[in-house]
């Protein structure tokens, strides 16, 4: 009996196998579109840019505390690097005079959204809203335009994307994520992160108010100086017109 019930068990599970060989092979010769993140249907932002030149961007978001925000500004004047900063639009209100410093230094003044809300669950003009409130505060500190969001939490979707290029915003995320806000990381673990992910057109992920960042900023700075890359703000690195992103996430000029 139990050899006829194991028997039994192996003839269902080469059955399955068969039935899923026979749907992958069915849906390969008809030509239908599978879903996943290679979905060419999907809208997608920029991750870095495609470049010869080895340069790479520093952008940092601002959603918490502004205690350190003078070291990290102190930092930059001295390596002679400007920076983006994505800034959430209630720390804006409730630090305006650490965004009017930021800018005042000339770096990317960029939107982070209103209320650092996961946007992929919203709907579009519950997105633009929210955006659009953003970028109004940011030009009320500053007097400039703002043309650069990043989706709270990387969290986006096609809604996301397209809310943002109608109200005028180019959607960046990045390719390296330094996870310098994750409780116990270390020093040499942040490092070794930004290390091994660098190319040419990267765009690095940093926070403020974490334990590491702005102290850690000169050794990050010169470890990427000794590997031969310049630094510019992401609103010089990307392509404003003419452009495809990849399924990677690339920003490419189109032939």
Known sequence: MKVY???????FILALFLGIFVILVSVSLLGIKTVGVFNSNKDLPIYFVDTKEKKVAITFDCAWGADDIPEILKTLKDENIKASFFIVG??????PDAVKMISADGHDI???????LRMGALDKESIKKDLNKCS???K????????????????????????????????????????DWKPG?????????????????????FHNDTPHTASLLPEIIAEIKNN????????EMILRDNFYIDHEGKQKKKQ
């Open 140 to 179: 009320n500190l500053t007097g400039m335009e703002v043309d650069m969001f990043r989706p709270p939490y990387g969290d986006y979707s096609n809604n996301v994307v397209a809310a943002a290029r109608e109200s005028g915003l180019y959607t960046i995320q990045w390719n390296i994520d330094s996870l």
């Open 110 to 116: 960029a939107n982070h959204s209103y209320s650092h």
């Open 5 to 11: 019930i194991m028997n039994v068990r192996k003839l």
């Open 185 to 205: 990381i270390s020093k040499e673990e942040i490092l070794n992160r930004i290390k091994k992910r660098l190319v040419p057109g990267s765009i690095i992920l």
């Open 90 to 95: 209630q720390w804006a209100e409730k630090y």
């Open 228 to 235: 031969g890359y310049s630094f510019v703000p992401v609103s």
């Open 136 to 138: 109004d505060i940011l």
